[in-house]
């Protein structure tokens, strides 16, 4: 029987940042975290690396909703895609005034 203590690989990322993001929402939420991996995960060809988010095992069902809920909607790439950049908008005001 494993430990409710032990920890678990969560999530794998190719970048602190998204890792790091990852740690902040699980903590606060009461699910301690922990990132893995950090030296290698930076270079490159000889030593590729992922960033291992870690939780404790009696934790993963929690951790899972969490990380299950920050994903983005579904079609959240079209809606961006149509959604008029700062230049867009910058031309029709200039073109108005």
Known sequence: MSDP???VVL????DELSALL???DL???GVPASIEGGLTAG???EAPGLLAVRVRQGDLTL???ILEDRAPAEGWEDEAEQTPS???LDEKESGSA
């Open 43 to 45: 270079m490159r060809a």
């Open 63 to 65: 951790a899972r909703q």
């Open 11 to 14: 999530v794998r990322y190719p």
């Open 22 to 24: 990852l740690v902040g």
């Open 27 to 29: 903590e606060s939420q």
């Open 5 to 7: 203590l032990d920890t």
């Open 86 to 88: 700062e230049d867009d």
